[in-house]
Nanobody, 116 residues
Framework: QVQVVESGGGLVQPGGSLRLSCAAS????????MGWYRQTPGKQRDLVAT????????DYADSVKGRFTISLDNAKNTVYLQMNDLKPEGTAVYYC?????????WGQGTQVTVSS
């Protein structure tokens, strides 16, 4: 059974840091890429960062470049998102997505709130 489980969200003050984790398991096929997306009420789900599992090529939304870092532990099939210098506009539900050549699977999301 496929499982994509995020953790690490919470409340943080502007300028603070959080680290999100996403553990993937139960996949029949090898993962091709893993990534983080975020969504606020009434808006579409937007890409934050992605990483290709073979080779480690990364891609970031312009709004997070230089502040967020995506990384991957292939042995654990876990992807991380280190978020530094968080801004109030970073408040959203953050979702992990796992891509194989057969499907895309989403986690349940984790809430990140940036507020003083």
């Amino acid at each position: 059974q496929v499982q994509v489980v995020e953790s690490g969200g919470g409340l943080v003050q502007p300028g603070g840091s959080l680290r999100l984790s996403c553990a993937a398991s139960g996949f029949r096929y090898s993962t091709y890429a893993m990534g983080w997306y975020r969504q606020t009420p009434g808006k579409q789900r937007d890409l934050v960062a992605t990483i290709i599992t073979a080779g480690g090529k990364t891609d970031y939304a312009d709004s997070v470049k230089g502040r967020f870092t995506i990384s991957l532990d292939n042995a654990k099939n876990t992807v991380y998102l280190q978020m530094n210098d968080l801004k109030p506009e970073g408040t959203a539900v953050y979702y992990c997505r796992v891509d194989t050549f057969q499907a895309r699977d989403w986690g349940q999301g984790t809430q990140v709130t940036v507020s003083s």
